[in-house]
């Protein structure tokens, strides 16, 4: 089945980006109506995040947001095989100016999870800057196999196993990459505070303010949004923050978490919502998934 859907994927790259955007938003749909548990999960995470909205305005941006993921996961058919030139013109980039004031040192880019995290990195790339990022790798071996050679195609863009830890990293980072930098999921207690996203304690990994101090790189958001019918995306840059990292790093990721929730807010149905972003609760609270 992994090879028939990898061969419908190579398909789909052969038509205009507006055709695959509207399969995969059809697809969405569908699947918005099957995924049970994973639409469970996006369902009470929305609901622990925005309990003012009404049931149905969240079933709506749960239902859209099966939409755009879909979306993007048959748009990522572009990044696997289309030519450069044509992947090229999937995204736009706003705020250029914010990234060639920090480039000449060392960067941290602050990319969260939205759908578009993995079309952000392509115009750096193929503008020859070098990349550095972390991963997991997938249970399926030819998945994974897929994922690593399409995040290599275009550049220089240096991939480190999650297990390697961050000395990698920082290596990296000291010899002139980018840190393409997601660090807004549950990998449990270890190496994290107890950060309020959306007013809830969020197990949030406190090492974008470590990374920062060893390498003293600059942190620079960058947030990828994607465009309705089929235009693509926007890779946006913002300035650079000043006085990261403070003394105080509960402070620091809370500040981080404060910046994607600005984020989300004006996209929300962009965020990644299928993740278990509660998981790791402070002791003695029960479960919030069961």
């Given at each position: ?6 061969a ?79 992947a ?65 195609r275009?550049?220089?863009n ?39 996203f ?37 890779l ?33 149905e ?8 509660f998981k ?9 998934y069961?």
């Amino acid at each position: 089945m992994t090879r028939l859907g990898i061969a419908v994927l190579w398909l789909l790259h052969l038509l205009p980006f507006a055709v695959i955007a509207m399969i995969g938003e059809g697809l969405g749909y569908v699947i918005y109506y099957v995924a049970g548990k994973r639409r469970k999960i996006g369902a009470t995470n929305l609901a622990l995040c925005f309990p003012a909205w009404s049931e149905q305005q969240r079933n709506r941006i749960l239902r859209k947001h099966f939409q755009v993921l879909s979306r993007a996961a048959l748009e990522h058919s572009i990044l696997s095989w289309s030519r450069h030139a044509r992947a090229g013109k999937l995204v736009k980039v706003e705020g250029w100016e914010h990234f060639t004031a920090v480039q000449d040192g060392p960067v941290i880019l602050l990319a969260p999870h939205f759908v578009g995290l993995d079309m952000g990195g392509l115009p750096l790339l193929l503008g020859h800057h070098t990349l550095v990022s972390m991963y997991s790798r997938l249970k399926n071996p030819l998945m994974d196999a897929l994922i690593l050679r399409m995040r290599k195609r275009f550049g220089t863009n240096i991939l480190i196993s999650r297990h390697e830890g961050v000395r990698p990293l920082i290596r990296e980072i000291k010899h002139g990459a980018a840190l393409y930098y997601l660090p807004d999921q549950d990998f449990g207690a270890k190496d994290a505070e107890f950060a309020p996203f959306f007013g809830i304690p969020a197990a949030t990994i406190n090492a974008l303010p470590r990374l920062a101090k060893v390498t003293r790189a600059k942190i620079l958001p960058a947030v990828t949004r994607q465009l309705p019918n089929g235009q693509g995306y926007v890779l946006k840059f913002y300035p650079a923050w000043e006085n990261f990292p403070s003394d105080n790093m509960l402070a620091d990721i809370t500040r981080m978490n404060a910046f994607i929730e600005e984020r989300v807010l004006e996209m929300p149905e962009q965020y990644f919502w299928l993740h278990k972003r509660f998981k790791t609760r402070p002791l003695g609270e029960p479960s919030v998934y069961k």
